[in-house]
DNA sequence: TCCAAAAAGCTAACGGTTAGTGTTACGGTC
DNA sequence: GACCGTAACACTAACCGTTAGCTTTTTGGA
């Protein structure tokens, strides 16, 4: 990631990229589950268990930036400006976050989560893994002196702000109604009655 | 449910209700992984395939009251007294429920589901679908003008509202903040500036 | 009494996943 | 430059949840 990291590393990068590239061009050719990991295997040219030992499961082939996601709310979080407060924050990168998700290049890929099961809930399973990271980002801040329950409250209706965001007919609308109650639940956790920006519009 | 119901749906049910008991005595003796339904099967003499007509997974064995919890959470709305505010019924039946999963003879189940990822991924797809309903229930009330983006929004925030609770050292206090969040967050949605109680506490 | 249908059963398989066991290729060390 | 420990990969064979296909039993009503 950094530099040149050894020629060992760059070939395991290349055969998980290869893995992961083979494994999305036939879920979209043919659909997630007419695919099986055996044929993801062989057109990838590994074995299955290389390919389990660099995906956990089938679903998490489709979920391969999982990682990027999580560390972007975190960072949201602690690498803000400041004196930048948080709820504003967050919802820039929300905002970036859905735009992407909803951009036209990726609306083959949402489909195809929107139509498997068990894609739609191996991404709430991650979703809660990622409310969970930003409840700890939050909690950490030492300009924010929230409670445990307060901190995990506002990271899950962030993170379900992303999902009904990306799932709405108008995902910058609908983004804007539910970021201003989140504003207003943000507010009443402030001990010392801080302000965050607009509450009731 | 109504009246007897004939011998066939009662012997029906008993079936159900037998799978269900033998496979949580089993899963709570030997550990949900170390039990195969082939053993849940045999140890309730129906077939792997009667089971499974019964129980859509293994997972939901363990969940067998699914549909209840539905049921009383979108009750919730839709029974409430005519000029009863919206949240706090929804707080009630959310406090009901969370005392119901905190009692003395639940833990050794929750502890149960704690530890199995299949378990908790699929409660949590489960909490989807619950707060589908509730956004459902709760936008189809005459007395709340609210878009479609604030009462999915609001749903969402309730079932966190449970899901924060129930693994809260203290639920009770924990219910009282979360909740106090949500009041707040309800408010910005009335178009008319309607109360809705005690929002900054 | 008998029939249609629901419920339950049996067998065999499919597909994701893992354990066990080697084999190869690389990076650091002498 | 040879050497060794280890990480990556491969192969086989199985486990386990789940389903399809088909038969048998039970039940409610004609």
Redesign the pocket.
Known sequence: MTVP????????A???QKIADTALRLFLERG??????????AE??????????????????VFEQDDDFEQRLTQAVTDRAPDEPLIPALRREIQSLVRHCTADGATPIWRMIDESP?LREYEESMRLRHAESLAKAIAADPDLSQTTTASRTIARFVIDAYSLAREAPDPDAALDEIFRMIEAAWAVTCPSGNFTGTVGQ
């Open positions: 990291p050894g020629r060992r590393e760059r070939k395991k290349a055969t998980r997630y589950d007419a695919v099986g990991i055996r044929d993801v295997a990838a040219d590994v074995a299955v268990t290389t390919l389990f030992s660099h995906f956990a499961s089938k679903e998490a082939l068990a």
